[in-house]
Structure formats: structure tokens, C-alpha cells
């Protein structure tokens, strides 16, 4: 049976305890992935790239300590495999919670008056605005110098990029929005590549 890196189609996991997973797989899916849900340390083995959906932090990061996921996920993206993290996913990723990225989250930032909300933002490397759609998101408070900041509400950051991590307080994956999946995939297949032609000198 042909494994996914021999394929060539890459292996993205998306983290499923909890929260808004089934979106990002399908997505995925339809931009020619191949999709695993992760669950427990074992659905992380070979994976080429994570994504950690939105959802409630405080689930996930109590799913996360009973799953034993924090030390082999960290591991994963410690590797420099890509990694995609939207609303809690993002604040997942924080210095307060598994301190993969150089950045501290607000969480339910925007207030209770502006639950959710929807606008259009610039991306420096996109061509037409991302239609981004905002659920009690987080923002990000503070960040460290080796990340970028890609996209800001009120000047309050609410995307950014650190080496091979991109966070965004909102959801793509439920407005249609594919673009950063896209970026994100092209990441994994660029990376995949890399470590091909290596093995291969
Ligand atoms: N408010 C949630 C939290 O703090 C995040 C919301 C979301 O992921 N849509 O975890």
C-alpha cells in the first residue's frame, strides 16, 4: 500500500477532541490532502502537517493533559512540520498554553457586545481581502520579534506567522475561505519536498 509520503499527497492531522474539526477536514480534503483526526499520541505518527480548529481552550487544553497529546504534538511541531491554528487553535499555540509560538493570546477579546463578527481583512501575500469570520475570538496581545504580524483588526493583531506556525483569530474554514488552507498545504507539499530531495542526496 502506498504510504501518503510516498505518494506525494500529504498527511494532515486535525486535532478532534473538541470543538470545530469537521470544517477544516473537509477543506483539506477538497485541496487534495489526505486527512486524519487526531485524537491520542498514535494519530500524530507520520502526520506532514496540524491543524488545531476552534473551539473552547479550556476543553481542549483539558483533552489535550487527559490524552498525554501536549509532549508528542509539541514534538511535531517542534520538528518544523506546518502548522495551522485558527481561534482557539491559536490561543492552543500561545506562550500561556503549549508555548509553540512566541505570542500571548487575549481570549474572548473583542467583548461580550461583539460576540461574532464578520470583515474583510488584507493579507500581504493574497490578492483579494480573506472574508474573515470572528466567534468570540482571541487577539493577539503581545508577540515576540520573530513573528509576523499578517493582518489586524482595530490594530489589534489577529494573524501572524512565526516560521512555519500561522495562527488567525478567526475561521476560514466556514466562510468559504480556502486561500489559507491553500498557503498552508503548499507549506506542507514545500516541506515534504525539502526532506525528500535530502534523503535522496
Ligand atoms: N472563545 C473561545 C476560547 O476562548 C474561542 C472561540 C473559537 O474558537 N471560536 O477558547
Given at each position: 500500500m502506498a504510504h501518503a509520503a510516498v505518494s506525494g499527497t500529504p498527511l494532515v492531522g486535525v486535532l478532534?477532541?473538541?470543538?470545530?474539526?469537521g470544517a477544516h477536514l473537509r477543506m483539506l480534503r477538497d485541496l487534495g490532502a489526505e486527512v486524519r483526526e487526531v485524537r491520542?499520541?498514535?494519530?500524530?505518527?507520520?502526520?506532514d502537517g496540524l491543524v488545531l480548529p476552534g473551539g473552547e481552550s479550556t476543553t481542549m487544553t483539558l483533552g489535550i493533559a487527559r490524552e498525554g497529546l501536549a509532549e508528542p504534538l509539541s514534538a511535531l511541531v517542534r520538528s518544523g512540520a506546518p502548522v495551522l491554528g485558527t481561534c482557539a487553535g491559536l490561543i492552543m499555540l500561545d506562550r500561556e498554553h503549549l508555548?509553540?509560538?512566541d505570542i500571548t493570546a487575549r481570549r474572548n477579546a473583542f467583548g461580550r457586545q461583539l460576540h461574532s463578527f464578520e470583515t474583510d481583512l488584507d493579507f500581504p501575500d493574497l490578492d483579494e481581502p480573506v472574508h474573515a469570520v470572528f466567534i468570540r475570538a482571541p487577539w493577539i496581545d503581545e508577540h515576540g520579534a520573530g513573528v509576523e504580524v499578517l493582518a489586524s483588526v482595530d490594530g489589534h493583531a489577529v494573524a501572524a506567522r512565526e516560521g512555519e506556525i500561522t495562527v488567525v483569530a478567526f475561521h476560514p474554514e466556514l466562510s468559504g475561505e480556502h486561500r489559507l488552507h491553500a498557503q498552508f498545504l503548499e507549506r506542507v507539499r514545500e516541506r515534504m519536498a525539502a526532506s525528500r530531495a535530502s534523503r535522496d542526496d
Open positions: 478532534a477532541l473538541q470543538g470545530g474539526f491520542v499520541p498514535a494519530d500524530l505518527e507520520g502526520l508555548g509553540l509560538m
